[in-house]
């Protein structure tokens, strides 16, 4: 390519926007005139040899075959392209009748065929056309672009003074294209980042994807970006494998394809696959979580950044109903504890949707029985891909269903403040469903982070760059496996782990009191406003509250107490208040028939209160009796332990709890069964849930030798709750590259403290002589 013709033209194109649109637009928006225009400059060039006969086939078809919808595909076979105007004007011609300037443009953007409308519309150019014609400058933009000064034509052409303009290729209008789009995003750096990834790390990203199979493409290659913005990726990814310079030897034909959700950069997108040759078609607008464009279809290479931090809310009624998975992309099949496969959900946190991106590429890998090459990934995350989420929750299941499958290849820790409006730290995830030998069961972890140039000046958050050699250095770590302080390889199992949930039996005492019977005046689910109540209209709330509604509600108002529709249903309701006191007059009859004596056994208390029920031939729904108990009872480490159930178990059925535990009759109390006097009766006590507690164990040690060794010699009574074990996998950088930097000695300390004072007192004096001179 020439690129000192090429900055020339970049330097005139972008010099319009300070000669014709100051004081018209802001700063910020130059772009959103300067880059349409130069698209539909280049259109214009290109259509420019076949105007004529586009016109010709118009004509005919209208006239002598009658066709009111015209044949898209005969214009395009005239024009050359997959794309055609059937307007009579240029741009150049445009220019000679000033007067008619505003309704001829439209004229002519309406000549367009299809797709250029499209990313006519999306550009939002027609706005931006009034808005410069009635400020006068529509036709000075117009005049630059199609000056004789420079050429978008895919010709060489003559200046003026007899200079050769060189033709500018397909190739060279990426490059200048791209290079407006980055020079318009570091200026406008509030929301670059939203769209524009730093070309250094889509060359890392592109080397590290097509360097380990150089050699081995197929004929045909297609890549995929699911968040393209304005297709930096796909266009990279593209000049990577087709350049003769770049060190991949292929003459693959190569398709790109993609999806955008804003419309700008979908526009931006879509007319530079046009201007370079590629299908606009295979670009795709909308949001991709919502719709599955490429449902049909599986693509050689995938590289992405997509947006992180970013709700997924809008598109939530698309991925689920309820709390069921209704697209199969977010759907991963994973074994439980006990071996068995279940569907599990795979969506992250509502707020933060960037893994489901990934979970879109994983969808679209191909199989090694359709392509021996497989699919290759390169994906850019925040941190909270790697470590976010619970075990068994949909984030931390995302990470287990391409660990576990064994398609993590490599992560890479990126500098922090690389991007345009973000200064947190980044990682590059690389997936490959056919790993090397030596890299299957392993994942490389790469610390990059302090392998930066810092820049001269900031542009928005980003204040440094990979440089080219950094480019080579972190390639060559990944394809070596080096094992060093920078690059470390694990197995996968290692980011895995059980989470599991230790118990200890819940033990109550219980004692009918004057203060306990009278709590069961108010509902528990609202306690503290329904005393407030009672303590404000006394007895007056089991005949009419509707009286006091207007104050109650205006109380809570004013105190910013927030309560549901239901509890305040509840609370206003006459019935609820009176069987409250129902049960409150029950309590009193069993307290004066049971008495005021301590039950330090709770199960001999509930067993106390069914005999007396029964023999004051008094019936209690199982709600009502449950907040007897539970008024009447409270927390105490000296209490029994409360009986659950007891399990009378043999035979068959002992021998399937022991299989399913894993255990033998001996390791029962460890799993919360624990015999009984009685011959095979095992009693289960109740938990708890304020002492419940968790454990995190390595997925490769034996949960029960763990619990054994670190719980249960310390904890006598506790056991496990097996069926709440979740597996989890997480990546932490931290633990595996922290540096530990020894604290400085006392001295240092003192010494450093000691020379301060010093020159503080040095200062001091200047000050102080300096005050005396005045």
């Not at 050359?80 to 004229?107: D, H, I, M």
């Not at 419309?263 to 795709?284: F, R, V």
């Not at 330090?600 to 007396?612: L, R």
Request: proline share 4%.
């Amino acid at each position: 390519m020439n690129y000192s013709a090429h900055n020339k033209l970049i330097s005139f194109i972008w010099s319009i926007a300070d000669d014709c649109l100051r004081d018209v637009f802001v700063r910020g928006k130059y772009r959103d005139v300067i880059l349409p225009m130069f698209v539909l400059r280049r259109l214009d060039c290109l259509l420019e040899p076949t105007n004529e006969a586009v016109l010709k086939e118009v004509k005919y078809q209208r006239e002598e075959v009658g066709m009111t919808v015209l044949d898209s595909g005969a214009l395009c076979e005239e024009s050359g392209y997959v794309f055609y105007n059937t307007s009579r004007f240029t741009l150049k011609s445009l220019l000679g009748n000033p007067s008619q300037l505003e309704a001829n443009f439209n004229n002519y953007l309406d000549g367009f065929s299809d797709n250029v409308k499209e990313i006519i519309q999306h550009f939002d150019l027609r706005n931006q056309a009034q808005k410069m014609a009635t400020a006068d400058v529509l036709f000075n933009v117009i005049e630059k672009f199609v000056s004789p000064e420079i050429n978008l034509s895919p010709k060489p052409v003559r200046a003026p003074d007899g200079r050769s303009l060189p033709a500018l290729t397909n190739l060279g209008m990426g490059y200048v294209f791209e290079e407006l789009i980055r020079k318009f995003n570091e200026e406008n750096n509030e929301e670059a980042g939203e769209h524009f990834t730093p070309r250094e790390v889509i060359h890392l990203m592109t080397n590290i994807l097509f360097k380990p199979v150089n050699g081995n493409l197929p004929p045909v290659l297609t890549i995929y970006d699911p968040a393209c913005g304005s297709g930096g990726m796909l266009t990279e990814s593209e000049k990577y494998i087709t350049d003769p310079n770049g060190g991949i030897k292929t003459t693959a034909d190569v398709y790109l394809y993609g999806k955008e959700v804003n419309g700008e950069t979908y526009a931006i997108c879509k007319s530079d696959m046009m201007i370079k040759g590629n299908d606009p078609e295979n670009i795709k607008f909308g949001s991709t979580l919502a719709t599955d464009d490429f449902s049909s279809m599986k693509f050689d290479f995938m590289l992405s950044n997509p947006p992180y931090g970013k709700s997924w809310s809008s598109d939530a009624k698309f991925i689920k109903d309820g709390k069921e998975i209704i697209d199969p992309r977010f759907m991963v099949r994973l074994e439980d504890y006990w071996g068995d496969e279940n569907t599990e959900d795979a969506t992250p946190a509502s707020s933060d949707g960037q893994l489901l991106f990934l979970m879109e590429m994983v969808n679209k890998m191909k199989s090694l029985s359709s392509s021996p090459l497989g699919s290759r990934i390169a994906c850019v995350h925040n941190g909270s891909s790697l470590f976010t989420g619970d075990a068994g929750g949909g984030a931390s299941n995302i990470r287990r269903h391409v660990i576990e499958n064994d398609w993590v290849e490599a992560i890479i820790q990126l500098p922090t403040n690389l991007f345009y409006n973000t200064g947190i730290t980044t990682y590059i995830w690389i997936l490959s469903n056919n790993k090397s030998e030596e890299r299957k069961g392993k994942i490389q972890l790469i610390n990059a982070s302090e392998m930066y140039h810092t820049l001269r000046k900031n542009l928005g958050a980003k204040n440094c760059e990979l440089s080219p050699d950094h480019v080579d250095q972190i390639t060559k770590l990944y394809l070596s496996m080096d094992q060093n302080e920078i690059s470390k390889v694990f197995k996968n199992s290692d980011f895995g782990y059980y989470k599991i949930v230790v118990d200890r039996p819940l033990r109550l005492a219980a004692q009918f009191t004057p203060e306990r019977i009278a709590s069961l005046r108010f509902m528990p689910a609202i306690r503290e406003i329904s005393e407030l109540a009672y303590e404000k209209f006394g007895d007056d709330v089991y005949a009419d509250l509707r009286q006091y509604k207007d104050r109650i509600e205006s109380y809570l108002d004013k105190e910013e107490i927030s309560i549901t529709a239901k509890n305040k249903s509840a609370l206003l309701s006459v019935t609820k208040w009176r069987e409250q006191k129902t049960l409150m007059e029950v309590a009193q009859r069993l307290a004066d028939a049971i008495g005021d004596v301590l039950f330090m056994d709770y199960n001999a208390f509930v067993k106390k209160i069914n005999s007396t029920l029964k023999s004051l031939k008094i019936k209690l729904a199982a709600p009502q009796k449950k907040q007897i108990l539970n008024a009447m009872s409270w927390r105490d480490e000296n209490a029994e332990k409360v009986i659950k159930k007891v399990h009378k178990l043999k035979g068959d059925k002992l021998d399937q709890l022991l299989d399913r535990l894993r255990a033998d009759e001996d390791d029962l109390p460890d799993y919360g069964y624990y015999p009984t006097d009685k011959k095979d009766n095992f009693i289960e006590y109740e938990a708890d849930s304020e002492l419940r507690d968790t454990e995190v164990v390595p997925i490769e040690e034996d949960v029960h030798e763990y619990f054994l060794r670190e719980v249960r010699l310390h904890v006598e009574e506790a056991w496990i709750d097996l069926e709440k074990t979740k597996i989890g996998y997480q990546i932490s950088f931290n633990k595996y590259f922290y540096k530990h930097t020894p604290l400085r000695s006392l001295e240092e300390v003192a010494a450093d403290i000691l020379q301060l004072e010093s020159e503080t007192d040095g200062l001091l004096k200047k000050l102080m002589s300096f005050e005396g001179a005045q």
